[in-house]
């Protein structure tokens, strides 16, 4: 049977298992052998494509062309997989140059398809990176936080990408998520961060809360999202680890770190007030945090590389 080509009656809602054999096999029918069983996938967060940039034999395939797949629609987000080989072992592996949010208007399964199409091509690691906003001061701008843990707003409020039938060639109705970040991928960023010589205290691990954007959080909300336990924020990441999980691929969560969130009470204007006046903190914009990601690209890129290099299983 020739493999599918794209065609728009795809429903991306519809969550049968040959939605994804029909992604897999155009894109497995499209790849050299050395690339068409990619062993890790690397999501690239708001700023962060370039860390694509280091693989060689590099094929290309725009979102658009690919069955099932939405078009992403973020500055700072290409839109487009790139398979090639990286590090010195020349580890295939599969790039989303670009990823969906759910603020987007995309459905939460829409922006995890590519997951379950990676999972049918054979990838076992996903590591998954994002810009993200400090709440905690312990972190500040150009960290790179390792996640452990995620709140997901919109999960608890009933938003979670594997609401509807179960796939169980994917996995199970109930997967536990109290282990959704692999212990033996976070000891390695940090070793990885160690061989780079990395200043002391440039990874930091980190609990995610994902909101559902896109506007950003008001100095409220930002306190709330800090008293239920959130270091960092960030619109995106979540669904991606939970459709992961259930497939049982291991993930890695790294997430740079943008900006600081404003979390002070601000301006007073009630005079009885005006000694809680505080600082005024800057307002957050889309382009500091493209801003950043441009700057600790690099680093980005070498960690990633370094990460794959000592992962002894690739
Ligand atoms: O999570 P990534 O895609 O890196 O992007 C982050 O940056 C954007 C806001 O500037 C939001 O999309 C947020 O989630
Ligand atoms: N929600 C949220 N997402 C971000 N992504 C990058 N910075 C931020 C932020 O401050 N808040």
């Known amino acids: ?20 054999t029909a992604a897999a096999n155009y894109l497995r029918a499209r790849l050299p052998s050395e690339l068409n069983s990619p062993k ?43 398979f090639g080989l990286i590090g010195d072992k020349r580890i295939p592996t599969v790039f989303m140059v670009g990823r969906f949010h759910f603020y987007e208007g995309h459905t939460l399964k829409q922006i995890t398809f590519p997951v379950r199409v990676f999972k049918m091509l054979g ?4 590591i998954v990176t994002g810009a993200t906003g400090a709440l905690s001061r312990e972190f500040k701008v150009g960290m790179i936080g390792v996640t452990t843990d995620h709140i997901s707003l919109p999960g608890l409020a009933g938003n979670n990408p594997l609401f509807g039938p179960n796939v ?11 282990n959704a970040y692999d212990y033996d991928l976070r000891v390695i960023a940090f070793k990885a961060a160690d061989y780079l ?13 994902f909101v559902g ?22 619109m995106s990441t979540v669904p991606e680890v939970i459709v992961a999980r259930h497939c049982g691929i291991k993930v890695l969560g790294l997430t740079l770190v943008s900006n600081m969130v404003a979390i002070g009470k601000g301006k007073c204007a009630d005079p009885a007030e005006q000694d809680l006046n505080g600082i005024e903190e800057p307002l957050v914009n889309h382009e500091e945090v493209l801003q950043t990601g441009k700057e600790r690209a690099l680093d980005m890129q070498k960690l990633v590389k370094t990460i794959i ?5 690739t």
Do not use: W
Request: with cysteine; aromatic share 10%.
């Open 309 to 313: 290099d000592l992962i002894p299983s």
């Open 1 to 20: 049977m020739p493999p599918p080509t794209h065609d728009q009656t795809y429903n991306t809602e519809d969550v049968s298992i040959a939605v994804f």
């Open 40 to 82: 890790v996938a690397i999501i690239c967060g708001s700023g962060l494509g370039q860390l694509a940039d280091t693989i060689e034999n590099k094929v290309e395939f725009a979102y658009e062309d690919i069955p099932g797949f939405v078009s992403s629609t973020v500055p700072g987000h290409l839109g487009k997989l790139a």
């Open 123 to 126: 990838v076992e690691i996903l």
């Open 168 to 178: 169980s060639a994917f996995g199970p109705r109930f997967p536990p998520m109290s």
């Open 197 to 209: 010589r990395f200043p002391t205290g440039t990874l930091k691990e980190a609990i995610y809360t």
């Open 213 to 234: 954007g896109p506007s950003f959080e008001t100095r409220a909300e930002a306190r709330y999202l800090s008293l239920i336990g959130g270091d960092l924020v960030g």
